[in-house]
């Protein structure tokens, strides 16, 4: 019996503002990743700074935003010392690389299309198979209390918690603690409805194309 049913992972960037289409993003915090059984029950977690190396000196925006200090980035390891820790903590906890034993869940497609599929490029990795599948929380959030924008667009973070009745905490863009708020909305949709199953509803996008804002 598999114990380990679902990793949620949130990914934070280096960013400029205002946007230059020419700007390669770098991952600056992998992973907020939480582990939870089939119940949403924490299981383990994860959180490590990445030394940005194309742009090692953050902007002040991107400063403001994550609220994290130049020291963080500058003591960390690079993203593939990084990634490879993670991947030694996911298996350290049951979690099966190759033949995958998970579903894993993001705050919509940016995670997977744009941060991290940027990533392993500029660090010459291959993008993980893993990732290839993912469920969308913002998806699973419209399907689950049936709601849709008028102008199709999702929903963020802190529209679903308010939706949702959840009460905000933590940091806004820090990756655990957007990590566990997506658990909280995991949560709260399964108060709605208890056999909810959150599964696979996207599709990593090869071809994506760099989105700046």
């Known amino acids: 019996m598999v114990r380990y049913k679902f990793l949620v992972i949130d990914l934070e960037a280096t960013c400029n503002q205002p946007p230059q289409p020419d700007w390669d993003p770098e991952i600056t915090e992998i992973i907020g990743a939480v582990i939870l059984d089939s119940r949403l029950n924490q299981i383990s977690e994860f959180q490590e700074f990445v030394k940005p190396v194309v742009n090692p000196q953050l902007s002040p925006f991107c400063l403001d935003l994550l609220k994290i200090t130049q020291d963080d980035v500058d003591n960390a390891d690079t993203f593939p010392e990084v990634y490879s820790q993670m991947l030694a903590w996911m298996r350290s906890s049951g979690l099966l690389i190759e033949d995958k034993n998970f579903i894993l869940v993001t705050d919509g497609v940016f995670d997977c ?22 469920s969308n929380i913002k998806k699973h959030f419209m399907y689950a209390v049936r709601t849709r924008k008028s102008d199709r667009s999702s929903f963020t973070i802190n529209a679903m918690t308010k939706r949702l009745g959840i009460e905000m905490d933590g940091q806004l863009h820090r990756a655990l603690d957007d990590a566990k708020i997506i658990v909280k909305i995991m949560k709260g949709i399964r108060g709605k409805r208890p056999e909810f199953a959150f599964s696979t509803n996207e599709r990593f996008n090869r071809k994506w194309t760099l989105k700046f804002f």
């Not at 490029?121 to 993980?128: A, D, G, M, N, Q």
């Open 113 to 134: 299309n744009q941060w991290l599929q940027h990533q392993c490029k500029l660090s010459e990795i291959e993008y993980p198979r893993w990732a290839n599948s993912f």
